[in-house]
């Protein structure tokens, strides 16, 4: 069956630190994967979208690398900050469908 | 960027009673809407993917008759849990995409069920 699988459940950083959360998925071949951050409370917010042609992504402080090989995801956040802590959420395509992993919590300490 | 709006955004009923949330793609048809579940410190659990004017595809587990999905114009859904209990509490959250291959799903703030 299909799994996705993201690394500890928590995950503390010194502010000003890069934060790297990892992706791992199974018995899946995704045409793009995507990430998404989600705050308590709260729904879901599209960050990136990276397709399985394509390496790596960046936006601002994030970066996103895609190797369809390993079938893993790395998100990265550079120089973070406390206002980073947050749920960090993958999720995949299945057919028009959307699954998500297990997620990340990140807290950035000051 | 796209709003999807979910109400109510919380909920308290009595077991027994029936609950129905609403989904609201506000600036965009939605082709497609999905229904997830969260509970504390877990992931998104797919329920049920629905189409505009057709019937909606439930996940494996997920009781149609208890959890009924409809999706009667391109943007708006509403999911009703039906004899509400207990166990049924938890965090509801839809999302709608615009259709086409690689896009983005656009979420609704969740709806808080508290069934006592």
């Known amino acids: 069956s299909q799994k996705i699988e993201q690394n500890s459940e928590a995950l503390n950083i010194q502010e000003g630190k890069t934060a790297t959360l990892t992706c791992n998925y199974t018995?899946?071949?995704?045409?793009?994967l995507q990430w998404y951050r989600q705050d308590p409370g709260r729904g879901p917010v599209f960050l990136l979208l990276?397709?399985?042609?394509?390496k790596e992504k960046r936006k601002e402080r994030l970066k996103v690398t895609f190797d369809t090989t390993l079938k893993q995801s790395l998100f990265h956040i550079t120089a973070s900050q406390p206002a980073d802590s947050a749920t960090y959420l993958c999720a995949l395509p299945t057919g028009n469908q959307f699954y998500f992993g297990t997620g990340t919590s990140l807290t950035v300490i000051p | 960027g796209a709003v999807v709006s979910q109400h109510p955004s919380w909920v308290i009923c009595k077991s027994g009673t029936s609950v129905k949330i609403e989904c609201r793609s506000l600036?965009?048809?939605?082709?497609?809407m999905f229904w997830y579940r969260q509970f504390p410190k877990q992931s998104l659990m797919l329920m049920a993917t629905?189409?505009?004017?057709?019937?909606?595809?439930?996940e494996q587990g997920v009781e149609k008759d208890k959890f009924l999905i409809n999706h009667a114009s391109l943007t708006l859904s509403t999911l009703t849990v039906t004899s509400a209990h207990p166990e049924d509490s938890s965090f509801y959250i839809c999302?709608?995409?615009?259709?086409?291959?690689?896009?983005?799903?656009?979420f609704g703030q969740g709806t808080r069920l508290t069934v006592v």
């Open positions: 018995n899946y071949s995704p045409a793009y």
């Open positions: 629905s189409n505009e004017g057709s019937k909606a595809t439930y």
């Open positions: 990276i397709r399985e042609n394509e």
């Open positions: 999302s709608a995409t615009r259709g086409g291959l690689n896009t983005e799903a656009f």
């Open positions: 600036d965009f048809q939605a082709t497609t």
